[in-house]
C-alpha cells in the first residue's frame, strides 16, 4: 500500500526527537570547555574526573551490585510466574495473581517506593528484619518490580513455542521437572538472557524507589547523579551517561540479535 | 530406528533423581503447580500486596515525633487493645486547595501529555508495521533502545537541549530569534513527558497494526475509498486495542510522575508525585504522604483494571 510522503517524515521526525538529545549528550561529553553547550574542543578529561571522583565509583559499584543480584532474582521468580500464567490455564486465584505480577509494571513509582519503605520499618519493628535500611532492602525493591517486566518477556517466549517437544520427552519417560530443565530452558533461553538484561538496566536506572528504601550511606549512582543535576549541569554527568548509553546499546543490540536468531517464525512480534 | 516395535523400557537412571523428588513432593502433598507458584505468589503477597495494606493503614496514624514517625493504631492500655483511627490526613487532603489543585493538575498534564504522544507514537507505529522486513527489526531496536538507556539521564539530555543557552536556542540564534524560555515551565514537562513514555505508546500500537489484514484496507480501496476514509473506518477502528492499552501506559505512570517535574518543571508544575516526595523528604510527615499515596492509587486503579484488559486484548490473535 502506498502512503507517500507523510509516513516516511513523521517516522523521520520522531526517530529524531527521540536522538537527538542523547547525541548531543554523547558529543558535548567530549566538549573541553566547562559550559556544557559551548564546543571549543575534543577532550575526555570529563572521563577523567569521573575515574577521580570516589563518590562517584562508590555508587556505580553498589549500584551495579544491587543490579545484578536483584535481576538474578527477579529472573527465577518472573521465569516462575511465567509458567505458571501460561502453563497452568485454570487456578485458584489465577485473576488475582496475573493482576499482582503485571500491577508493579505500572505502579507510579512513588506508591511503590513509599508502600516498602513503610513495610520494612513495620517489620523491622515487628520482627527485627530487615534491621536498617540498605542494599537489601533496595533489592527486595528491584526484584519486585523486574520480576514483572521479566515476566512478560518470558510468557511470550513460552507462548510461542513448539510444546509437542515438552510432550515428546514426557512421553519418552521424562518428569516433568527433568522435561523443564532439558527441554524447556534451553529453548526459552534467549528470552531469560534479555529479560535478565532487561532487570538489570532497570534496575540500574531506578531513581525514585531506591530513594524512599535506601538508607544511610547506600547511595545508589542515580541518586548521585540526581542530586548532581539539581545542582546544575555538570560535564561529567554527560560523560558518565555515554559510558552508560554504550554498555546498554551493546547489551540491547546483543540482546536482539539473539531473539532474532532463535524465533522459529519470523515476522512475529 | 522405528517406534511402532518399540517395547516399553524403563527410564534411564539419571531420570529417576527428578521422579523421586516430584514421588516425595506429592506424597507429602505438594503438587508441581504449587512448586512452580509459591515463590512468586509469597514474594507478590509480601511485596507488593501488603505493603499496599500498610500504606493504607499508617495513612491513618497520625505524624508523631521518635522512630517510627507515626502514630501506633493498636495500643494496649489496661490490657484492652485500642484501635486508633485519625482522618485528619484525608480531611486535609480534600480541604486544602494544594492537594485537589495538585490531583487535577496532574490528571490533566498526564492527559494532555498522553494525547500529544498518541498524535507523535501513531503514525511511527504505523510507519514501522509497514517497513520490509529486516528494517521493521531495526526500526523497533530503536525504539527500544532509548527505553533501556537511563530515564533519568534522557531528561538529563534534554535539559542540556532546552537550557536558556541550550541547542535549540542555539539553533533559533542562527537565524536572529530571541532565546525562548523553555525550562521550568509546563511546557518542558510536556515535552519531558512525550519524549519518555514515546517507546511504551508505540510498542503495543505496532503490535496491533503488524496483525492487521492488509487485504482489508486494499479492499477498503478497491470499493473506492480514499486513504484518509479508509484510515478512518478501516485502520483506526481495528488498532484500537492498541491505541488504549498504549495510552494507559503512558497516562497511569505519567500521572505519578516525580522526576520530570522535579528537573524540567517550574514551582508552580503541581504534580501530585512531587507533593507526596515532599511531604515524605521535606515535611517527613508520613502518615500524610501514605495518604496522599492512597487517593493516587484511587486515581490510577481504574486506568490499571483497564491495562489489564486492554494487553489480553493486544496479545490475542
Known amino acids: 500500500m502506498r502512503r507517500g510522503w507523510f509516513l516516511p517524515i513523521t517516522a523521520a521526525l520522531g526517530f529524531s526527537f527521540l536522538y537527538a538529545p542523547i547525541i548531543s549528550m554523547v558529543v558535548f561529553s567530549f566538549n573541553e570547555n566547562n559550559l556544557v553547550t559551548v564546543w571549543s574542543g575534543f577532550s575526555t578529561k570529563w572521563y577523567g574526573a569521573l575515574l577521580n571522583d570516589p563518590q562517584m565509583l562508590s555508587a556505580?559499584?553498589?549500584?551495579?551490585?544491587?543490579?545484578?543480584?536483584?535481576?538474578s532474582i527477579a529472573l527465577v521468580l518472573g521465569t516462575l510466574a511465567a509458567v505458571a500464567l501460561v502453563r497452568f490455564r485454570r487456578f485458584r486465584g489465577r485473576t488475582l495473581f496475573s493482576g499482582m505480577v503485571s500491577a508493579p509494571m505500572v505502579m507510579p513509582d512513588v506508591i511503590?517506593?513509599?508502600?516498602?519503605?513503610?513495610?520494612?520499618?513495620?517489620?523491622?519493628?515487628?520482627?527485627?528484619?530487615?534491621?536498617?535500611?540498605?542494599?537489601?532492602?533496595?533489592?527486595?525493591?528491584?526484584?519486585?518490580?523486574?520480576?514483572?517486566?521479566?515476566?512478560?518477556?518470558?510468557?511470550?517466549?513460552?507462548?510461542?513455542?513448539?510444546?509437542?517437544?515438552?510432550?515428546?520427552?514426557?512421553?519418552?519417560?521424562?518428569?516433568?521437572?527433568?522435561?523443564?530443565?532439558?527441554?524447556?530452558?534451553?529453548?526459552?533461553a534467549p528470552a531469560l538472557v534479555s529479560g535478565w538484561l532487561l532487570g538489570f538496566t532497570l534496575s540500574l536506572d531506578d531513581l525514585v524507589i531506591a530513594s524512599f528504601v535506601s538508607g544511610p550511606g547506600s547511595s545508589t549512582l542515580p541518586m548521585v547523579i540526581f542530586s548532581k543535576v539539581r545542582l546544575g549541569v555538570s560535564p561529567d554527568v554527560n560523560a558518565l551517561a555515554t559510558i552508560i548509553i554504550g554498555i546498554v546499546a551493546v547489551g540491547v543490540v546483543i540482546a536482539t540479535l539473539l531473539q532474532l536468531r532463535n524465533r522459529p517464525h519470523k515476522g512475529r512480534a | 530406528m522405528t517406534t511402532s516395535h518399540e517395547p516399553t523400557y524403563p527410564?534411564?537412571?539419571?531420570?529417576?533423581?527428578?521422579?523421586?523428588?516430584?514421588?516425595?513432593?506429592?506424597?507429602?502433598?505438594?503438587?508441581?503447580?504449587?512448586?512452580?507458584?509459591?515463590?512468586?505468589?509469597?514474594?507478590?503477597?509480601i511485596f507488593f500486596l501488603v505493603p499496599l495494606a500498610v500504606v493504607f493503614g499508617i495513612s491513618l496514624a497520625t505524624k508523631q515525633f521518635g522512630r517510627p514517625p507515626y502514630s501506633p493504631l493498636l495500643t494496649t492500655e489496661e490490657g484492652t487493645v485500642q484501635l486508633t483511627l485519625h482522618l485528619n490526613n484525608y480531611i486535609r487532603l480534600f480541604s486544602d486547595s494544594l492537594y485537589v489543585a495538585a490531583y487535577l493538575s496532574s490528571i490533566r498534564i498526564a492527559a494532555i501529555a498522553t494525547l500529544f504522544t498518541l498524535l507523535i507514537g501513531y503514525p511511527m507505529a504505523y510507519a514501522i508495521?509497514?517497513?520490509?522486513?529486516?528494517?521493521?527489526?531495526?526500526?523497533?531496536?530503536?525504539?527500544?533502545?532509548?527505553?533501556f538507556t537511563s530515564f533519568l539521564l534522557r531528561i538529563y539530555a534534554l535539559t542540556g537541549f532546552m537550557r536558556g543557552n541550550g541547542l535549540i536556542n542555539q539553533f533559533l540564534g542562527?537565524?536572529?530569534?530571541?532565546?525562548?524560555?523553555m525550562m521550568q515551565t509546563d511546557f518542558a514537562v510536556y515535552v519531558g513527558l512525550i519524549y519518555s513514555y514515546?517507546?511504551?505508546?508505540?510498542?503495543?500500537?505496532?503490535?496491533?497494526l503488524v496483525k492487521l489484514d492488509s487485504s482489508l484496507i486494499e479492499a477498503s480501496a478497491d470499493l473506492g475509498s480514499r486513504p484518509w476514509?479508509?484510515?478512518?473506518?478501516?485502520?483506526?477502528?481495528?488498532?484500537?486495542?492498541?491505541?488504549?492499552?498504549?495510552?494507559?501506559?503512558?497516562?497511569?505512570?505519567?500521572?505519578?510522575?516525580?522526576?520530570?517535574?522535579?528537573?524540567?518543571?517550574g514551582p508552580e508544575t503541581l504534580m501530585i508525585g512531587r507533593v507526596l516526595w515532599d511531604e515524605f523528604f521535606s515535611a517527613t510527615n508520613w502518615p500524610r504522604a501514605a495518604s496522599v499515596a492512597v487517593a493516587m492509587l484511587a486515581v490510577v486503579v481504574v486506568p490499571i483494571m483497564l491495562l489489564q484488559k486492554a494487553q489480553g486484548a493486544v496479545v490475542e490473535k
Open chain 2, 174 to 181: 542562527l537565524f536572529g530569534i530571541e532565546p525562548l524560555v
Open chain 1, 112 to 188: 511503590t517506593g513509599l508502600s516498602l519503605l513503610l513495610l520494612f520499618v513495620a517489620m523491622e519493628g515487628a520482627l527485627g528484619w530487615p534491621a536498617g535500611r540498605g542494599m537489601v532492602t533496595i533489592i527486595i525493591a528491584h526484584s519486585t518490580f523486574a520480576m514483572a517486566y521479566i515476566c512478560v518477556v518470558v510468557q511470550s517466549r513460552l507462548a510461542d513455542f513448539d510444546r509437542s517437544v515438552e510432550e515428546a520427552a514426557m512421553d519418552l519417560g521424562a518428569s516433568p521437572l527433568r522435561t523443564f530443565f532439558d527441554i524447556t530452558l534451553p529453548i526459552i
Open chain 2, 129 to 147: 508495521a509497514r517497513a520490509p522486513d529486516p528494517w521493521r527489526n531495526v526500526l523497533l531496536m530503536l525504539v527500544v533502545l532509548p527505553f
Open chain 2, 229 to 265: 476514509q479508509t484510515f478512518l473506518s478501516v485502520t483506526l477502528p481495528l488498532s484500537l486495542p492498541g491505541i488504549l492499552a498504549g495510552s494507559l501506559l503512558v497516562f497511569i505512570p505519567a500521572v505519578g510522575e516525580f522526576v520530570i517535574p522535579a528537573l524540567l518543571g
Open chain 2, 11 to 45: 527410564p534411564p537412571r539419571r531420570l529417576r533423581p527428578w521422579n523421586a523428588v516430584e514421588r516425595g513432593l506429592a506424597k507429602v502433598g505438594i503438587s508441581g503447580k504449587a512448586l512452580v507458584l509459591i515463590a512468586p505468589v509469597a514474594w507478590l503477597v
Open chain 1, 60 to 71: 556505580a559499584w553498589l549500584s551495579l551490585h544491587i543490579a545484578a543480584i536483584s535481576a
Open chain 2, 198 to 208: 514515546l517507546p511504551f505508546m508505540i510498542l503495543p500500537l505496532y503490535t496491533t
